[in-house]
Every structure is written in structure tokens, then in C-alpha cells.
């Protein structure tokens, strides 16, 4: 039996998130039907998170087990004539069995990413949300420091999406080891998140309440109430899915 990693980069623009549903197209369910293909046995691939619809991967990474004696450079190559453009496996590698995508991970960075001019080009929209009304920027930097460490994320975690009552090592509470918002040129703006793990919206929630701070419709005091709050809705919205990319995964 070999355990085999899987480095996975994605549009997610077309697609109902990572994760395998029996009624809609995922990136999970598109590679698994690839893999069993080429191995010619039922695969389990096991993702290190699940992304929404709609959001994209430059980095996410998934392992599975085979009898298959293939080898990583040709598992690459076939996987990839075989999957949709939008899908691209960037590297495969041979793990020990105990090697688990999800449960061996460490760390995750996830990018976020604005355009802030008064006309975005067709040719960036599905990878950055137009955001014109961008004023204070320097708010959004001070909010950010508040979040930096460990906190209790619950402020930030999609409603409904765990039970708070259910027995659990680490709940809503969460380490954030980098949180920053670079201007890339002067119409472009991009958040990057690093933390230990990440609840269901956490990072879309963080920056569609981080940018009402940008536009000055929250202070920098609510912000930071709303952090201490750990009530989802004392919160701002949810940012849309496609200006989220899973960077990267370390192990």
C-alpha cells in the first residue's frame, strides 16, 4: 500500500467548493473520478480543508492510498491530460502511511484580494472584488493587529456551521501568525492570513468586517468589541468566495 500527496491548484469558479457532493461538479469528486481511472480501484483522497464554491487554490493538498505501482512523475502527467483546464495537479509525492492531508497539517495561508479602482477589467474580476469605496486604509491595518495571536474566532465562523455544545479540543479558538493588507499597485490590495487552522468563512468574515472599517463604518474599537463579542453576528458580512486563494499548506 502507498500513500501518495497531491499538490492540487484550481479555479474554483466554476465549480461547488472542494469538497464531494453526490447532486453538483467539485473539485474533490473531479479528481477522485480522474485517480480512479488510472489506478483501477476504488480512491478515498482525503483534502486538508474545504473551500467554498466559487473560491480557488494555488496550494491545496490531498492524499490518498493505492495499490497502484505508478510512478509520481507519470501519476502528474496523466492525472493532468485527463482533468479539466481548470484543474492542475503541481506535484505528487510518495508519504508514510501515516501521513494525513488534514490531520499532519500545521499551518495554512489563505490570500484575499481587491480591486479599488472605479472601473475593474473583465480580465481580473474573477480573481479580485471590486471594492471602490476603500478610504482608510490604515484603519484596516490597526484592526488587524487585534487579531493577531490566539483568539476565539467565534465572531468570524459561519452561523450554524458547528455546534458550540459539542465536545471539541479547540472550538472556535484559533492562532492567526500573520495578518496583513499590502497594496500591490495603486488599484490593487491584497490581505494574507497565516494561521494553526481555520473555521467555515473565517476569512471572508474577517475581511468583509475589516473592509466596513476600510470604508469607515465600523472603528477600530467596534472591531475589536466585535472580536470579544464571539457572536457571529455583531460581525460584518460575508465577502464573496472569489477573491479567496488557498496559498499554501505547511506540514
Not at 1 to 18: E, F, H, P, Q, V
Not at 28 to 46: C, F, W
Not at 196 to 218: I, P
Amino acid at each position: 500500500m502507498r500513500n501518495i500527496k497531491l499538490t492540487i491548484a484550481y479555479d474554483g469558479s466554476n465549480y461547488s467548493g472542494w469538497q464531494r457532493q453526490s447532486n453538483a461538479v467539485t473539485i474533490q469528486g473531479e479528481v477522485e473520478q480522474r485517480l480512479q481511472l488510472i489506478s483501477n480501484h476504488p480512491i478515498s483522497l482525503y483534502g486538508a480543508g474545504r473551500t467554498d464554491a466559487g473560491v480557488h487554490a494555488k496550494g491545496m493538498v490531498a492524499n490518498y492510498q493505492t495499490t497502484s505501482s505508478i510512478a509520481c512523475p507519470a501519476l502528474i502527467k496523466g492525472l493532468n491530460s485527463l482533468l479539466p483546464n481548470a484543474i492542475r495537479i503541481v506535484d505528487a509525492t510518495e508519504e508514510s502511511l501515516d501521513f494525513h492531508a488534514r490531520f499532519s497539517a500545521k499551518a495554512k495561508t489563505y490570500t484575499y484580494s481587491l480591486f479599488t479602482g472605479p472601473v475593474q477589467s473583465p480580465l481580473e474580476c474573477l480573481y479580485a472584488v471590486h471594492f471602490p469605496d476603500l478610504r482608510c486604509p490604515q484603519n484596516i491595518l490597526s484592526c488587524l493587529d487585534k487579531i493577531l495571536g490566539t483568539h476565539d474566532f467565534a465572531s468570524f465562523e459561519a452561523s450554524g456551521s458547528r455546534d458550540p455544545s459539542a465536545p471539541s479540543a479547540r472550538g472556535s479558538i484559533r492562532t492567526l501568525h500573520e495578518a496583513t493588507f499590502i497594496q500591490i499597485t495603486p488599484t490593487a490590495y491584497r490581505f494574507q492570513f497565516t494561521g494553526d487552522g481555520f473555521l467555515r468563512h473565517m476569512v471572508r468574515n474577517l475581511v468583509g468586517t475589516l473592509l466596513e472599517a476600510g470604508k469607515e463604518q465600523r472603528s477600530i474599537l467596534e472591531f475589536e468589541r466585535t472580536l470579544l463579542a464571539k457572536n457571529r453576528p455583531s460581525a460584518g458580512p460575508t465577502a464573496p468566495a472569489h477573491g479567496l486563494v488557498l496559498e499554501k499548506i505547511f506540514y
